[in-house]
């Protein structure tokens, strides 16, 4: 789909969001090593590998969305759903996650990523949709800030949990909220979760 990104005072530019592929792993990578290697956004010690992040991809791809935001031809931002939880039961809820390039934060493309990705997980089926964020009870913390949880807030997400101190990095402990956000009615008989490929045009 295209949408238009927002630039302040400068003319609009066109933003295109696309289905991923193995092939982005080294863009996307791009993005997501800074939030590995400098910030506690990710618990992840060590920014992985090029092939490890194009298997992270191709493991996603048959179930459920990850998408790519460009503008210009210049990757900006993606975004991607997986399992909430690998029981059966548990179909119907995916768990989101967004980065975006540092540069382009700000001009709309984490609500556009999540707009595309919300309206291919409901024809999907899925009805609840969670982000799991870390979090900081620190203003001046160096590594984290609560900008995220502000953003899944105004894209109508509310926070159901909270996991204290749990995660440990930059010789630091920080907690991990639960935000989730109703993406459909809950039927009573729910049609199974259908391919990601099934969703896009």
Same mark, same amino acid.
């Given at each position: 789909c295209v949408v238009l990104c927002e630039e302040g005072e400068t003319p609009m530019k066109k933003m295109t969001i696309?289905? %991923?592929?193995?092939?982005?792993?080294?863009?996307? #990578?791009?993005?997501?090593?800074?939030?590995?290697?400098? /910030? %506690?956004?990710?618990?992840?010690?060590?920014?992985?590998?090029?092939?490890?992040?194009?298997?992270?991809?191709?493991?996603? #791809?048959?179930?459920?969305?990850?998408?790519?935001?460009?503008?210009?031809?210049?990757?900006?931002?993606?975004?991607? %759903?997986?399992?909430f939880h690998p029981r059966e039961a548990y179909q119907w809820a995916a768990e989101a996650s967004v980065y975006i390039r540092a540069e382009w934060k700000g001009k709309g493309i984490g609500k556009a990523l999540y707009g595309e990705l919300e309206e291919r997980l409901r024809k999907q089926n899925v009805v609840l949709l969670y982000a799991?964020?870390?979090? /900081?009870?620190?203003?001046?913390?160096?590594?984290? /800030?609560?900008?995220?949880i502000r953003f899944h807030?105004?894209?109508?997400?509310?926070?159901?949990?909270?996991?204290?101190?749990?995660?440990?990095?930059?010789?630091?402990?920080?907690?991990?909220?639960? #935000?989730?956000?109703? #993406?459909?009615?809950?039927p009573d008989h729910p049609e199974r979760l259908r391919p990601a490929a099934l969703t896009e045009e």
């Amino acid at each position: 789909c295209v949408v238009l990104c927002e630039e302040g005072e400068t003319p609009m530019k066109k933003m295109t969001i696309r289905s %991923a592929t193995p092939e982005d792993a080294e863009g996307l #990578l791009a993005i997501y090593a800074p939030y590995v290697a400098d /910030t %506690a956004v990710s618990f992840e010690y060590s920014v992985p590998t090029a092939e490890e992040f194009a298997q992270r991809i191709r493991d996603r #791809l048959g179930t459920y969305p990850w998408l790519v935001a460009e503008v210009e031809g210049t990757v900006v931002g993606y975004a991607y %759903a997986s399992a909430f939880h690998p029981r059966e039961a548990y179909q119907w809820a995916a768990e989101a996650s967004v980065y975006i390039r540092a540069e382009w934060k700000g001009k709309g493309i984490g609500k556009a990523l999540y707009g595309e990705l919300e309206e291919r997980l409901r024809k999907q089926n899925v009805v609840l949709l969670y982000a799991c964020i870390a979090c /900081t009870d620190r203003e001046d913390d160096p590594y984290l /800030t609560n900008d995220s949880i502000r953003f899944h807030e105004h894209m109508g997400y509310v926070c159901v949990g909270e996991f204290k101190k749990c995660g440990y990095k930059f010789d630091r402990w920080y907690s991990m909220k639960w #935000l989730e956000k109703q #993406l459909a009615p809950r039927p009573d008989h729910p049609e199974r979760l259908r391919p990601a490929a099934l969703t896009e045009e």
